[in-house]
């Protein structure tokens, strides 16, 4: 996790429990591949209260794993 994406999940009052289950139980909901670092993934899922949606921005690094760039509370429907 970047810490853009630390500091947004702080001014979200989001914790760590609510973007692990959006990941695992949310959808890929969009795929940029305009970065020359590499394709970013979007994924939109619920929280851990089931009822907040959180989108989630990340790319898999080169250590093959899933680094998350920045996380948000989802606002429009």
């Known amino acids: 996790m970047t810490m853009h994406a630390s500091e ?3 001014e979200d009052a989001l914790d ?3 973007i692990e289950t959006s990941i695992l ?4 909901v969009k795929s940029e591949k305009d970065d020359p670092r590499g394709t970013r993934h979007i994924v939109y ?3 851990s209260d ?3 949606q959180i989108g989630t921005v990340g790319r898999f690094a080169k250590s093959s794993r899933y680094l998350l760039i920045t996380v948000y509370k989802v606002t429009e429907a």
């Open 16 to 18: 760590i429990v609510d």
């Open 45 to 47: 899922g619920a929280g």
């Open 8 to 10: 947004e999940m702080a």
């Open 25 to 28: 139980n949310g959808r890929l």
């Open 50 to 52: 089931s009822k907040t």
